[in-house]
């Protein structure tokens, strides 16, 4: 039994029975306290004080609680998950893919002038240095020791082009909040529009934060540098040690490129001399063919995206075609051309190959 | 259901419907705790989508083990507890590298109910006595938010916290003392005060 007559204003408040009394006046506690008070006049003043104290202690109300929205699509997920987990997944990632893709805005910066690293091929690996690993269960990586782009395809229909010397990791499936992806080295990105999602790229302890868009990462672990460009939509980069909620991360708009020195935590931003060809004002203008030869047609995409397509240009080179592909990612432009010329498009091994069946 | 002051043979009863696979009951529970355990989380790391995607993974694994929990723990603590130390563990992997212990950031912010108090000098010191216990280090000022805020009792923060009951004691005794003073001068104003209405 608690001997409270000795109790001090310091001893009460750190007493279970007497605070749940302040906080939540049951009744039990109405009639312990009331009478031991009436038993004990003495200590009166020590109890109003004690009770006053901890009745005054207010805690703020988190900033930005959960919206109803969030609540619900979480909620959702949870029940999904927690009933034939392995099949609703699955449901759940299709429906993502469809309706995503068409929404995408299409652009890429050139990065003329930027230094290559050339990797030449390690023996004994695949035979144009280019591997997709199994890191862990339902986490891949792809890594591109070759010496041109991969295109990897994510699982919400983003796209990452690796550039030569560079490496993606990512989930085989996204997760139900985020799609969180780790570069090392270059990439160009083109994201499926997700308002509920976040597409984030981690790279040397920054991460660039999009919601639908398409932007260059360049972060090789020898560069002093960190950089960030834009071609549509908008980004935000932040420290990860800081977290996205920090007055220091920087918005990126289309055509911006943004440079961050590690060494002096300095970001510059500056706006690109020359619009990249996959910008949204020129994207239209520029993908947009009408009686034009597939070999053109393609040509353009290689220089627009810095990929290699393969393709038999002596017998479809020459094939004749309207086609609008501003809007598209990049696979989904091959895919289109593929269909127009019946023909099929492999996007196996991060390679973007376009072949005719033959004709029996 | 409001989970600050649950009625705990209601509680106990929904508790042991989900415990037997009764899926209605489980929605309750996580309709119910899916606010307070996000906003707890989010004070321990402010990342929204790592907190939420913690708690999400906490419902999934409720669920999962519901025939192997027991059935007198409490569902707030338990919940508490598991967001917790989900994040602690998950963190690392996000990238960060706070540890369990004393490095973490605890955000929340306290104030002292004065606005009935018209007297300037208390006011003033009321800031102060706010600013001491804002400066709080993290540890206690995540018991004082359990406890006053989530309305745990000590036994269950000790738990949730993994820490000693003691060392919980311990840490509310320092805090009380850094501030004791200026406490026993801000009460007697305030009584004063009181005294007027």
Same mark, same amino acid.
């Given at each position: ?39 004990? !006049? ?22 930005? !609680? ?88 994510? %699982? ?138 597939? %070999? ?32 598209? !990612? ?11 010329? &019946?023909? &099929? ?16 | ?41 989010? +004070? ?20 999962? +083990? +519901? ?47 004065? +606005? ?82």
């Amino acid at each position: 039994m608690n001997s409270y007559e000795k109790y001090q204003v310091e001893d009460f408040i750190y007493d279970d029975f007497f605070i749940a009394w302040v906080l939540h006046k049951s009744p039990e506690s109405e009639t312990f306290w009331n009478q031991w008070i009436l038993q004990h !006049p003495e200590k009166r003043k020590t109890i109003t004080d004690a009770a006053l104290l901890l009745s005054s202690i207010k805690i703020d109300d988190p900033a930005k !609680p959960l919206s109803a929205a969030e609540i619900a699509s979480m909620l959702t997920y949870v029940q999904d998950q927690t009933s034939m987990p392995s099949r609703k997944q699955e449901a759940s990632t299709l429906k993502l893919y469809q309706n995503t893709w068409f929404r995408i805005a299409a652009l890429i910066v050139l990065l003329t002038g930027f230094a290559l690293l050339f990797y030449k091929s390690p023996a004994g690996h695949s035979s144009d240095g280019y591997q997709q690993i199994t890191v862990e269960p339902d986490v891949y990586e792809a890594v591109n020791n070759s010496t041109i782009s991969k295109m990897v395809r994510l %699982s919400d229909g983003s796209l990452a082009l690796l550039k030569p010397g560079s490496n993606l990791r990512f989930p085989k499936t996204f997760s139900s909040t985020t799609r969180t992806v780790y570069l090392t080295g270059e990439a160009f990105f083109e994201v499926a529009h997700n308002k509920e999602k976040p597409f984030l790229v981690h790279s040397n302890g920054m991460v660039t934060r999009v919601l639908g868009t398409s932007f260059t990462v360049r972060a090789f672990k020898d560069d002093a540098f960190f950089k960030v460009i834009v071609n549509t939509g908008k980004v935000q980069v932040y420290e990860e040690k800081q977290g996205a909620a920090q007055q220091q991360s920087v918005f990126l708009l289309p055509n911006e490129e943004l440079t961050f020195q590690p060494k002096s935590t300095s970001f510059e931003k500056k706006r690109l001399p020359k619009p990249s060809l996959l910008s949204t004002d020129l994207s239209e203008r520029e993908f947009s063919f009408s009686d034009r030869p597939l %070999s053109e047609i393609i040509t353009k995409l290689e220089t627009a995206y810095g990929v290699r397509i393969q393709y038999d240009k002596d017998q479809l080179g020459s094939t004749v075609l309207n086609a609008s592909l501003s809007d598209l !990612p990049l696979d989904e432009k091959v895919k289109l051309l593929c269909k127009a010329i &019946n023909a &099929n498009c492999d996007f196996s091994n991060g390679n973007i190959i376009i072949e005719k069946e033959k004709i029996q | 259901m409001d989970t600050r002051k649950p009625n705990i043979t209601a509680e106990s009863e929904l508790w042991n419907r989900f415990r037997a696979g009764d899926r209605t009951a489980y929605t309750q529970i996580t309709t119910a705790y899916i606010n307070p355990l996000f906003n707890y989380g989010y +004070r321990i790391c402010p990342d929204r989508d790592f907190v939420k995607d913690c708690v999400q993974e906490v419902f999934i694994e409720l669920w999962n +083990r +519901r025939s192997t929990i027991n059935e007198t723990q409490s569902v707030k603590w338990y919940l508490f507890k598991a967001v917790r130390l989900r994040i602690f563990r998950e963190l690392p992997k996000w990238g960060r590298n706070e540890s369990l212990n004393d490095d973490y950031q605890f955000t929340v912010e306290f104030n002292i109910e004065s +606005r009935l108090i018209a007297d300037l000098e208390v006011q003033e010191l009321s800031s102060k006595v706010k600013a001491v216990l804002n400066g709080l280090p993290s540890r206690q000022r995540e018991i004082m938010y359990l406890r006053f805020y989530e309305e745990l009792d000590f036994e269950q923060i000790s738990e949730i916290m993994q820490i000693s009951r003691q060392s919980v004691h311990n840490l509310l005794q320092k805090a009380y003392h850094n501030f004791r003073g200026e406490w026993n001068t801000l009460l007697l104003l305030l009584l004063m005060g009181e005294a007027k209405f």
